[in-house]
Structure formats: structure tokens, C-alpha cells
């Protein structure tokens, strides 16, 4: 299966701290996303970084990605309360059809 | 102006109903999905339509049966519904880097 693996399951961070999440997975991919999930909400799409990319960054947002170790992580830098969601990953495999698979997310909670 | 929409949000039913969802998306996409997310939070594809036509389906039982009467419209009919089918349902389209754009979700309640 290709699905991808957050880890931590659960981060808790006090606000203003930096938040680090990692993703691993199992086969080729053309790209690795990153989504948030608020409470009772539907997933909102934050950053793409494709295979030949190695880092990325968006706002307080910085991904990188070690096609190698088949391993993302996403980091948040200067964390705020508004951040506590659930963070998954999904991938794109490299010559299979275009569906994303989802792994099953890290729940961050940023105190204030 | 939501971008992908569904109704309803949500729904309560008893075990053996036959129900709908929704989903439209006004962002012009070709390709939309139905997404099941389950109490772990875990999200797994279930249909993809391209252009009307039927691109992708999981190991899905014949109780769900999608339908896309327009590129902008894909609709979820659930037959005989069961307990095991209570999870929130999402629908999502795709931009031009497959990045998806997802619905608010529906949360089904089988009793």
C-alpha cells in the first residue's frame, strides 16, 4: 500500500513554539501534498512539493521532502492557537492513476 | 461563492434507507471525488468521475452508486443503508497539479 504515515499521531505545543510533523510512504510519487483539517470541517489544501523538489515554503510553512527516505515533513513555524487541526499528507503515485492517498494525520493542539 | 458544495450536512437515518448527497463545484475542475473519513479520522477515496465518466472506484459495495449528471455535479445514492456506513462523506475536486479542493463534508448517521 502506498499510504502514507504521519507521525507524531498527537503534538502538543504551547503558542509561538514550532511544530513538526512527518510523513512517510512507500512508493515512487509525482507529488506530496500537505492538508489541514479543523474540527468538523473538510480538508483544505496548504502546500504541493513535487519529486524533484527538496524543500518548499509557504508563509510560516516549510516543507521538505527526501524522495531517498521516502519521508516529508512539515514545519510551522512560530505556532498559533488558530493552527490546532489535524495535518495530513497524501501522495500522488508516479505512474498510477491520479488519486491521492491520505495518511491518517497528526492532531495538533496549540495551547495558547 | 463556496467553491465545492454539498448537502445536506447533515444526515440521520435508520438502518435499510436509501439516501442521497450532493456536490457541486463551481471551479470549472473536470475530475471530482467521494471520499469516505471514518471515526479515526482515516480518508479514503472511494469514486472519481472525469468529464461525467467513472475513472476510479474502490472496493466499494454496489449500495453506493454515484452519479455525475454535468462535469460540475457528482451525487452519492446510498441503497439499504448500514450501520458500518456512518462516517462523514466528503466530496473534493481537482486543480490542475491534482491538488484538491473538498467539500464541508456529511456527516451520515446510520441508526
Known amino acids: 500500500s502506498q499510504q502514507g504515515e504521519e507521525d507524531p499521531q498527537a503534538l502538543s505545543i504551547q503558542e509561538g513554539e514550532n511544530a513538526t510533523m512527518n510523513c512517510s510512504y512507500k512508493t515512487s510519487i509525482n507529488n506530496l501534498q500537505w492538508y489541514r483539517q479543523n474540527s468538523g470541517r473538510g480538508l483544505v489544501h496548504l502546500i504541493l512539493i513535487r519529486s524533484n523538489e527538496r524543500e518548499k515554503h509557504s508563509g510560516r510553512l516549510r516543507v521538505t521532502l527526501d524522495t531517498s527516505k521516502k519521508s516529508s515533513s512539515l514545519l510551522i513555524t512560530a505556532s498559533r492557537a488558530a493552527d490546532t487541526a489535524s495535518y495530513f499528507c497524501a501522495t500522488d503515485a508516479q505512474g498510477g492513476s491520479e488519486k491521492l492517498v491520505f495518511g491518517k494525520g497528526t492532531k495538533l493542539t496549540v495551547n495558547p | 461563492d463556496t467553491a465545492v458544495s454539498q448537502t445536506p450536512k447533515y444526515l440521520v437515518t435508520q438502518m435499510g434507507n436509501d439516501k442521497s448527497i450532493k456536490c457541486e463545484q463551481n471551479?470549472?475542475?473536470?475530475?471530482m471525488y467521494w471520499y469516505k473519513q471514518d471515526s479515526k479520522k482515516f480518508l479514503k477515496i472511494m469514486f472519481s468521475?472525469?468529464?461525467?465518466?467513472?475513472?476510479i472506484n474502490e472496493t466499494v459495495p454496489n449500495r453506493f452508486s454515484p452519479k455525475s449528471p454535468d462535469k460540475a455535479h457528482l451525487n452519492l445514492h446510498i441503497n439499504s443503508l448500514e450501520l458500518g456506513d456512518s462516517a462523514v462523506y466528503f466530496c473534493?475536486?481537482?486543480?490542475?497539479?491534482?491538488?484538491?479542493?473538498f467539500g464541508p463534508g456529511t456527516r451520515l448517521t446510520v441508526l
Open positions: 468521475y472525469n468529464n461525467k465518466e467513472l475513472i
Open positions: 473534493a475536486s481537482t486543480g490542475r497539479e491534482n491538488e484538491q479542493f
Open positions: 471551479l470549472g475542475h473536470d475530475t
